[in-house]
């Protein structure tokens, strides 16, 4: 069940600090589309269904990207698009839309997520990827 485009907008909102329901949209749109550009198949698909429509047709029309961007140049990806933004305030956007996609999706369709993209995005989806230390 997708999640209502308020309730998502709201939680972005939240997360982000951002003053206004339109940042909190601007930085949606930017970050879905760079990830929908990193996803394939049915992974894409259902996450998108787990989305606003507005956000999910975003997410399965993305911008084309030539490779896989790791998570520094997503955040430099992301600063590129949103004007006005630095490196600084787009890892704040992406981490606040991620976490909210990762809420959204839940834990297993967030791993599989995680597994179409190169390592490091689990801490921009605030689900940073626990180890054990080995025993003594």
Do not use: C, K
């Amino acid at each position: 069940m997708a999640l209502r485009r308020e309730a998502f907008l709201d939680l972005v909102r939240e997360r982000g600090a951002y003053d206004t329901l339109y940042e909190a949209d601007r930085a949606a749109r930017v970050v879905l589309a760079l990830l929908g550009a990193h996803l394939v198949g049915d992974v894409r698909a259902r996450l998108a269904a787990r989305l606003p429509d507005d956000f999910a047709l975003i997410l399965l029309n993305p911008l084309q990207s030539a490779e896989p961007l790791t998570p520094e140049r997503f955040v430099r990806a992301t600063a590129a698009w949103i004007e006005g933004a630095t490196e600084q305030t787009a890892t704040w956007d992406v981490s606040a839309v991620l976490s909210t996609v990762a809420d959204t999706a839940g834990d297993d369709l967030t791993g599989q997520v995680l597994l179409q993209l190169p390592t490091g995005y689990d801490l921009l989806f605030g689900r940073p990827r626990t180890t054990r230390p080995p025993s003594p």
